[in-house]
């Protein structure tokens, strides 16, 4: 088998289940190759679009900008430095792809699609927006609660480097500074470590990634950080969607009959959407950033949310425990991610106490006889 069609094989097993879990028919696995394939032929050079006289000054202004957050990411953070976000296409979309994500009605447990090789994830993507809400349509029907998104970038975890690596696109060269960052860090982290079947750890270290990068970008350009990610509404947001989450799962797991679960959920429910409408007349002034996820909200939407962020504290001490140096830290994920997932788990929540035996780092394993 020839170079090229190794790389059709490798894009056939990996860009769909990357995209959505395994499918069940070969015209899925069509559609997914097809989609992607269609996105990089739209692909050019930045620098094509730079020296184009057509390109307005402002793509040409965050392509600039995307280019240098693109040199940080590999010299400071180490990330890959190889052919992904050194090309842009405009999908004339609002989305890269659409993602279905559901879940029982009483449970924060996300249906998965198992694909061999990639094993299992939460979500299963489409290209076209009508065969996503077909799919919900179906779920729905099966009594789970289902939600719609529209994704603004994927990763190809380095796979499609041959083809010209994953490409910056109109569905987020827009943003403002900060996100455009977050999401170029948080891509390129998907190529450094990937563990089947567990999309939280996938996910947790991305976005650790993200908020590391962030925080060292923002230094070296003299700029002032944004709102404290402890107190600003990100971290409220996220505080009261996690609380929700917990107040959930306590109630899915206690003995209550059905009837009584839905209901104290409806409770849940009403009192997480009243504190998010407090917030927004309160200290967001108004700022409309949640409405839509408020408005779209049950437990899909909630389980999918805590597969992003549930473990990144995790991740955050374990850069500590290996000195803030991104090579360690990455090192010592892909040690963890070729752990069971048990002993993954165990290893990553490991936390230091006076008196304790240490957790293990990167260190410590390489000096270990």
């Given at each position: 088998?020839?170079?090229?069609?190794?790389?059709?094989?490798?894009l056939?097993?990996?860009?769909?289940?990357?995209?959505?879990?395994?499918?069940?028919?070969?015209g899925?696995?069509?559609r997914?190759?097809?989609?992607?394939l269609?996105?990089m032929r739209?692909?050019?050079?930045?620098?094509?679009?730079?020296?184009?006289?057509?390109t307005?000054?402002?793509l040409r202004?965050r392509?600039?900008?995307?280019?240098?957050?693109?040199d940080?990411?590999a010299?400071?953070l180490?990330l890959?430095?190889?052919?992904?976000?050194r090309?842009y296409?405009?999908l004339?979309?609002?989305?890269?792809?659409w993602?279905v994500?559901?879940?029982?009605?009483?449970?924060?447990?996300?249906?998965?699609?198992?694909?061999?090789?990639?094993?299992?994830?939460?979500y299963?993507?489409?290209f076209?927006?009508a065969e996503a809400d077909?799919?919900?349509?179906?779920?729905r029907?099966?009594?789970?609660?289902?939600?719609?998104?529209?994704?603004?970038?994927?990763s190809t975890l380095?796979w499609?480097?041959?083809?010209?690596?994953?490409?910056?696109?109109?569905?987020?060269?827009?943003?403002?500074e900060?996100?455009l960052?977050r999401?170029?860090?948080?891509?390129?982290a998907?190529?450094?470590?990937?563990a089947?079947?567990?999309?939280?750890?996938n996910?947790?270290f991305?976005?650790?990634?993200?908020?590391?990068?962030?925080?060292?970008?923002?230094?070296?350009?003299?700029?002032?950080?944004?709102?404290?990610?402890?107190?600003?509404?990100?971290?409220?947001?996220?505080?009261?969607?996690?609380?929700t989450?917990?107040a959930?799962?306590?109630?899915?797991?206690?003995?209550?009959?059905?009837?009584?679960?839905?209901?104290?959920?409806?409770?849940?429910m009403?009192?997480?959407?009243?504190?998010?409408?407090?917030?927004?007349?309160?200290?967001?002034?108004?700022s409309?950033?949640?409405?839509?996820?408020?408005?779209?909200?049950?437990?899909?939407?909630?389980?999918?949310?805590?597969?992003?962020?549930?473990?990144?504290?995790?991740?955050?001490?374990?850069?500590?425990?290996?000195?803030r140096?991104?090579?360690?830290?990455?090192?010592?994920?892909?040690?963890?991610?070729?752990?069971?997932k048990?002993?993954?788990r165990?290893?990553?929540?490991?936390?230091?106490?006076p008196?304790?035996?240490?957790?293990?780092?990167s260190?410590?394993?390489?000096?270990?006889?």
């Amino acid at each position: 088998m020839g170079r090229r069609a190794r790389g059709l094989a490798v894009l056939a097993l990996g860009v769909a289940a990357l995209l959505a879990g395994c499918g069940s028919t070969l015209g899925y696995y069509a559609r997914s190759v097809g989609g992607h394939l269609d996105l990089m032929r739209r692909a050019r050079p930045v620098d094509d679009w730079l020296q184009d006289e057509q390109t307005p000054p402002a793509l040409r202004q965050r392509l600039q900008l995307a280019q240098r957050l693109r040199d940080f990411a590999a010299a400071e953070l180490l990330l890959p430095d190889n052919r992904s976000y050194r090309r842009y296409a405009d999908l004339q979309r609002s989305a890269a792809v659409w993602n279905v994500v559901a879940a029982p009605e009483l449970s924060l447990a996300l249906h998965t699609w198992c694909f061999p090789v990639m094993g299992c994830v939460g979500y299963r993507g489409y290209f076209e927006r009508a065969e996503a809400d077909a799919l919900a349509v179906q779920l729905r029907s099966q009594g789970l609660e289902v939600d719609v998104y529209g994704v603004p970038a994927y990763s190809t975890l380095g796979w499609t480097e041959w083809l010209g690596g994953d490409p910056l696109l109109n569905t987020f060269i827009q943003w403002p500074e900060p996100d455009l960052a977050r999401l170029i860090f948080h891509e390129l982290a998907h190529q450094v470590a990937y563990a089947p079947d567990d999309t939280p750890f996938n996910e947790s270290f991305a976005t650790a990634v993200e908020r590391l990068g962030l925080a060292r970008w923002q230094v070296s350009q003299g700029q002032a950080p944004g709102p404290d990610p402890a107190t600003g509404p990100r971290a409220q947001f996220k505080a009261l969607t996690l609380r929700t989450r917990q107040a959930l799962e306590t109630l899915y797991a206690s003995p209550l009959s059905d009837d009584e679960k839905r209901r104290r959920k409806a409770e849940l429910m009403a009192a997480m959407r009243a504190e998010h409408a407090a917030l927004k007349a309160g200290p967001w002034r108004g700022s409309a950033a949640y409405d839509e996820w408020f408005a779209r909200a049950n437990n899909a939407t909630l389980a999918v949310q805590a597969a992003y962020d549930g473990l990144v504290p995790d991740f955050e001490r374990l850069f500590e425990r290996e000195g803030r140096d991104f090579r360690r830290f990455y090192s010592e994920v892909r040690r963890l991610a070729a752990l069971p997932k048990d002993e993954r788990r165990a290893a990553l929540s490991c936390t230091e106490s006076p008196g304790a035996h240490p957790c293990p780092t990167s260190r410590s394993i390489a000096n270990t006889p």
